[in-house]
């Protein structure tokens, strides 16, 4: 009866283990590609990028992003690139946006790029990049 035990806990242990996977860990699985600094910076720097959940941001040379949120929020802050390749945020003009650095991946599946926070937690995909600021932000 204790083998019975042991096994059932091990069970559960095992399940909950899998159950905990995040999205990096997924990513990393599927092959995706961990974006270097270079190519971090060959996407956003000097351009405009569009997110799957409708906010649209350009990264000015500078070191500044602004844009519209979802709803059409005018958002500013600054942008840096680590030299892992982060891409990270700071110094939001909006409460809710916290400084913050992303590692930047290529989804092989999905053939997008996906922004994954410290947690491995997918929180960004780019669904479109525009070369300069179209949009006069």
């Known amino acids: ?3 019975l035990g042991v096994l059932f806990a091990a ?3 095992a399940f909950t283990v899998a159950g905990c996977a995040t999205d990096e860990s997924a990513l ?10 270079k190519e971090v910076k060959d996407i956003f720097v000097g351009n405009t990028v569009t997110s799957a959940d409708g906010k649209t941001y350009y990264f000015d040379r500078s070191g500044v992003v602004v844009g519209k949120g979802a ?3 005018k958002n500013k802050g ?8 982060q891409l990270c945020f ?7 946006a916290p400084s913050t650095c ?3 991946f ?29 949009n006069n932000f």
């Open 1 to 3: 009866m204790r083998k």
């Open 11 to 13: 069970s559960v242990l």
């Open 28 to 37: 990393r699985a599927s092959s995706s590609l961990l974006l270097s600094a």
């Open 71 to 73: 709803y059409g929020d």
């Open 78 to 85: 600054n942008w840096n690139i680590t030299p892992e390749g």
């Open 90 to 96: 700071s110094n939001w003009n909006a409460n809710f």
């Open 102 to 104: 992303y590692k930047v």
């Open 106 to 134: 290529f989804d092989n599946a999905s053939q997008q790029r996906k922004l994954v926070d410290m947690h491995g937690e997918v929180q960004y995909t780019v669904i479109n990049i525009l070369t300069g600021n179209p």
